[in-house]
């Protein structure tokens, strides 16, 4: 698998989060360790923003990451004291593990920001498990990881990344093209889509997709996705059935496009709703006209272009009073009026607690592919956890860090990600062998070049590939142990070592526990889905006669 090249824009955005980490890390670092003379809790304000600034993915703007940590702060104290009090015992620490493991791969189910937030986490119970077994040191690693957390969370505040606007505003933007689209009849269809394709949360960034368990978000999405499909189809209705002497059609258009600009309002600023039921009565009077034509005397009915066109505005009359009710769910929590039909919104009449009690329950079955990487990850790191405190490995704390980080959804994935790590620490070890060699105990140049080191590898190793972040790293881990306590080019080796036991124990998890990753459930979402797709397509009698144009003709169409 390639690397692939970031943009413009994801550089800068990657830049920006290298200076932010690689300036809380010192800020917290050289203090504690020159001027307080507290190792251990320099330390831990030195992990502590690479783990949750760095190895998690939070999404957001500055001011929502940072709000995400501090939320998350109590908890990785909790993990932080809990790895603690369990490095007393190998196989305490590996049944901390599976259950911490699995919990916080779990909590994906939450949404971006709990995925984001869960590796670094991780990472407080994965550094604070592996001995010493010293619970006299438990405030200073407290102490040091609140320290680390609270600078950086500082640091995203005062060099933040640009907000991106909001699924509410780009639904209301897209409402607004719907609206354009069904006044004028004159946007052009390209441009309807692309509107349309701005609402696929694909396209949206993770931190502003509605994809929690409530009320709001589901109604968010679903609003997303008739709105989506409103556009398409007034782009459909542009392309191929042009506007024609209607004028039935033209006065339920300008319904819609009058409905649409209200929804829009009403989701920017939560006031003026649009009226309830009025498009449905306007749409019931537009379809009782159809028939009443259809069933009429030849020299009523509409020619059969003009039918085919008021079945297509009726369709997407459909679209937008979907629109229209699940804004009002978004806006209101609730549905101003019964939601119809029933259900399309059974989720509207369940509380939150309830939505979220069936998400999670949703979720706990060896189906669920949530559930599966959560049982993959935690069953990895607590092997990798056995396999250190077995071996006794002087920094196995490494070998969990290579599970979580290089474990991918498949083991094709996870094999091509480990061969560059590999290739990377094995050039990064070298490199920092002769470091260590040729420096030797002078701490004062280590001091230096830490800063420098941290700010390079946590740049250049996002935009180069998984080989130059796995070496650089490990020329940030030479510098920053160099000044804690003595070392030799032993570390490198160990740390060689140390990644490549990982390696393996991620490899083996992904060749045994669902190596082809999320295939098989996307196969059988697939089939149920045509299966019940099914039902709503009437059986043809190969004995009966085919239905003739006269025959559609005096159909009620639509």
């Not at 005062?158 to 069904?182: C, I, K, N, Q, W």
């Amino acid at each position: 698998m390639a690397h692939v090249i970031p943009t413009g824009q994801e550089r800068a955005t990657i830049v920006r989060r290298a200076i932010r980490v690689a300036v809380a890390a010192g800020a917290g670092f050289y203090p504690l360790l020159y001027g307080a003379g507290l190792p251990v809790m320099a330390l831990y304000a030195l992990f502590a923003p690479i783990a949750i600034g760095l190895l998690s993915p939070i999404p957001g703007s500055g001011r929502q990451r940072a709000g995400v940590m501090v939320r998350a702060l109590p908890w990785a104290l909790v993990l932080a004291t809990l790895g603690t009090l369990l490095a007393v015992e190998t196989w305490a620490a590996v049944g901390g593990m599976l259950v911490v493991g699995f919990l916080l791969a779990f909590a994906a189910v939450g949404g971006p920001r709990p995925a984001g937030a869960g590796p670094g986490l991780q990472l407080f119970y994965i550094l604070a498990c592996f001995p010493p077994y010293a619970p006299d040191t438990l405030g200073q690693r407290l102490s040091g990881l609140a320290v680390g957390v609270l600078l950086l969370a500082a640091f995203e505040l005062l060099l933040p990344d640009p907000s991106a606007a909001t699924y509410r505003e780009r639904l209301a933007r897209a409402l607004g093209e719907a609206a354009r689209g069904a006044a004028s009849g004159d946007v052009p269809p390209r441009e309807l889509r692309d509107a349309g394709a701005r609402l696929r949360l694909g396209s949206v960034p993770p931190a502003e997709r509605p994809a929690g368990a409530g009320r709001d978000d589901r109604a968010l999405e679903q609003a997303g996705r008739a709105v989506r499909r409103l556009l398409d189809q007034l782009a459909t209705l542009a392309e191929k059935f042009p506007a024609a002497a209607d004028p039935a059609s033209a006065a339920l258009l300008d319904r819609v496009a009058g409905l649409c600009t209200s929804c829009a309002r009403f989701v920017r600023t939560g006031d003026d709703p649009p009226v309830a039921g009025a498009l449905e009565k306007a749409m019931r009077d537009f379809q009782a006209e159809r028939v009443r034509r259809a069933s009429g005397p030849p020299g009523e009915r509409h020619p059969v272009e003009v039918e085919r066109r008021q079945s297509q505005v009726l369709a997407l009359a459909e679209s937008a009073r979907m629109a229209e009710i699940t804004t009002d769910i978004a806006v209101h929590g609730r549905p101003t009026e019964p939601a119809a039909p029933r259900r399309l919104f059974w989720y509207a009449e369940l509380s939150t607690p309830e939505l979220w009690a069936r998400r999670v329950a949703g979720n706990m079955t060896f189906r669920s592919v949530l559930f599966q990487n959560a049982l993959r990850t935690a069953l990895g790191l607590a092997a990798a956890r056995a396999v250190a405190g077995s071996l006794d490995l002087s920094h196995g704390f490494w070998v969990l860090l290579a599970v979580l980080t290089l474990g991918r959804t498949t083991a094709g994935a996870t094999w091509r990600a480990v061969r560059l790590a590999v290739a990377g620490n094995a050039a990064g070890a070298l490199v920092a062998g002769a470091l260590l060699v040729g420096l030797g105990p002078h701490t004062d140049v280590y001091a230096a070049l830490l800063g420098p080191v941290m700010l390079v590898a946590f740049a250049l190793g996002p935009l180069l590939g998984v080989a130059y972040a796995q070496g650089l790293f490990t020329l940030v881990v030479a510098t920053a142990f160099a000044q804690i306590e003595p070392v030799t080019w032993r570390l490198s080796e160990a740390r060689m070592i140390d990644v490549v036991t990982g390696s393996v124990i991620g490899l083996l998890c992904g060749l045994l526990a669902w190596p082809a990753g999320a295939r098989r459930e996307v196969h059988r979402a697939m089939a149920a889905l045509l299966r019940t797709c099914a039902e709503l397509v009437p059986a043809t009698d190969p004995d009966e006669p085919p239905v003739t144009s006269s025959r559609r003709r005096t159909a009620p169409p639509g």
